[in-house]
C-alpha cells in the first residue's frame, strides 16, 4: 500500500507528507495534527519496525519516518534491529521527523552525544542577606568557570534557589507543587528574572521537601510570605544555557527576624491600687518575647478593657521605656462594676494576638468611706465601715437600682442618678405619673407642667378644664 512517491514540505513547527493516498500533517514533537487517507495497512507497510495503527506508522525504539524506514540519531541496537537506546542516551527521538533529536539539558549535538560544561558551585552569601520579619533577599557569586575561554557555552547562567524550614527533615525533592496558607495553589518551579524577584510565595514553610523558591538569571533572589522567627536552610545551583544544573552549594541557614508575642496563657497584671473609679494595670512579658537573632523586644503594650457584659474595647497605649515598670491606671470607670481586661504586646513584627482576658471590680462607695466588696479583715463590721450609707447593703454593695426605685443608680452616698423621667432622692416621682404625663417631675415631688397644663400634678388643661376657651389656672380655674 506504501506510495510510490513521497513529498515532504518542512514548516517552522510541522511537516506535511503528500503521497499519491495520503495527505499528513505531523507536528515536530511527532504528534499528527491531520491525516487523510492512510500510508499504511500492516506492519510490514512499516517496514516490519512499526505497528500500522489507524493507518499510520507507530515506529519502534531506534526507528523514525513515515514508514519507520530512517534510524534515530545517535541510536543503538541489538543484533536482532531491536532498539536500545536513541541520542546517545541522552534525548528523545522525534520518529515521525526524520529521526530528529530532541536533546536533554546538559547535552547537545545532533545526536545528543556533546557534553555541555557545568558551573562550579556557588554559595549564598549569608553575611550579606537583608533579612526582615517575612521574608529573606539572598545574594551569590557568579560560579568561578563562567566566561571560560570566551566560550558561549560558559554562559547565560540559571540560578535556582531552595528552601525547607530548618526544623524539619527537608528531603531532596526537587520541584513540587505547593499550597500557600491562604488556599491557592503555587507552583514551586516559578521562574523568575527581575533583579528583586518574588520567589514563590511561602514556598518554603508549606512542605518538608526542598522546594524551588526562584529560578533566575540575576544572582539576588527575594523570598517572601515567610514565617516570622523562624529558620530556614537555603542552598543555590547554577547551569549553563540548555546544560545540566551543577551540584548543590554549602547550606546557608538564615532566620527571619521576629514572630508577633505569644500570650497563649498569660494575662495582665492588675496592681492592688484600684479604687471605685480607677483600676491601675501592670502589663507583663508573654512567655516568648524571644532573643538572639529569632525575636525582638517587647517596644509597646496595648491594654484593652470594657465592663463586663458589653462590647467594644476600649485602649490604653503603654510605652516601654528602660527601667521602668510598664503600667497604666484605667479611669472614668463604674463604681463597683466588673470590667474585662487584655493585653496585646507589640514587637518589631506587629502586635500579637491578644492575652486571656482578667477580670477586675471597682470598689464600693458609701458615704465618705471606699471600701472593698468582699471580707474586710479590719476588724470592722460592715455597718461601721459603711458609716450609715443608705447606697449600702449588709455586703458593703450599692443597694442600685432597688434603692432608687428601679429607675436609677446609687452614686454616692445617699444620691441617685435617676433615669430620663424621674425625680427625687430615690426616683420615686415621674413625669407620667407625677406630672400626669404633661410636665417634668421634680426632686421635691412638684411637676414643671408644660404649656397649656397646670395644677399640682398637671392635670388641668386649657383644652379640659377651660373647653379651649381660656388658660387652667393652678387651682382648678
Known sequence: MRAASLTVCLCLSFAVYVTAESFATIRNDGAVLEIDGSVCASAADCNNRGQCVDGFCQCELGYAGLYCNKQCRGATFHANGTGISVCSGHGTCRRRLAGRCSCDDGYSGKDCSVTLPVPQSVNVDAGSANVSDTAITLSWEEPSNEGTGGSSQYSGTTYQVQGCEASLDCSDSESQEVTAGSGSRVQARARHTGANADAAQGAAQASSNWVILCETTGRTCTVSNLKRGTRY?????????????????????????????????????????????????????????GGG????????????????????????????????????????????????????????????????????????????????????????????????????????????????????????????SCQSGYAGQTCQYSDATTCSGHGTAQSDGSCNCQSSYAGSSCQYSDATTCSGHGTAQSDGS
Do not use: M
Not at 479604687?275 to 502589663?283: C, L, Q, S, W
Not at 503603654?318 to 504586646?345: C, H, K, M
Not at 465601715?385 to 434603692?403: I, R, V
Open 293 to 416: 537573632s529569632l525575636h525582638a523586644q517587647i517596644s509597646q503594650y496595648l491594654v484593652q478593657y470594657r465592663k463586663t457584659g458589653t462590647s467594644g474595647w476600649t485602649n490604653a497605649t503603654v510605652n516601654v521605656e528602660s527601667g521602668v515598670t510598664p503600667n497604666v491606671t484605667l479611669s472614668g470607670l463604674e463604681v463597683f462594676s466588673q470590667y474585662d481586661i487584655r493585653q496585646i504586646a507589640r514587637n518589631v513584627a506587629g502586635y500579637g494576638q491578644p492575652s486571656p482576658v482578667t477580670q477586675q471590680k471597682t470598689r464600693g462607695k458609701c458615704g465618705n468611706s471606699v471600701i472593698e466588696s468582699g471580707s474586710l479583715g479590719n476588724g470592722l463590721s460592715y455597718s461601721e465601715q459603711c458609716d450609715g450609707g443608705h447606697c449600702c447593703d449588709s455586703g458593703c454593695s450599692l443597694k442600685a437600682p432597688s434603692y432608687c426605685s428601679s429607675h436609677g443608680s446609687c452614686s454616692d452616698g445617699n444620691t441617685c
Open 233 to 289: 536552610k537555603i542552598r543555590v545551583r547554577s547551569k549553563f544555557r540548555r546544560g545540566k544544573f551543577s551540584s548543590f552549594g554549602s547550606i546557608q541557614e538564615l532566620a527571619t527576624v521576629a514572630e508577633t508575642p505569644d500570650y497563649s496563657s498569660r494575662v495582665p497584671v492588675v496592681n492592688s491600687s484600684v479604687t471605685d473609679t480607677t483600676i491601675r494595670v501592670e502589663p507583663i512579658a508573654p512567655q516568648d518575647i
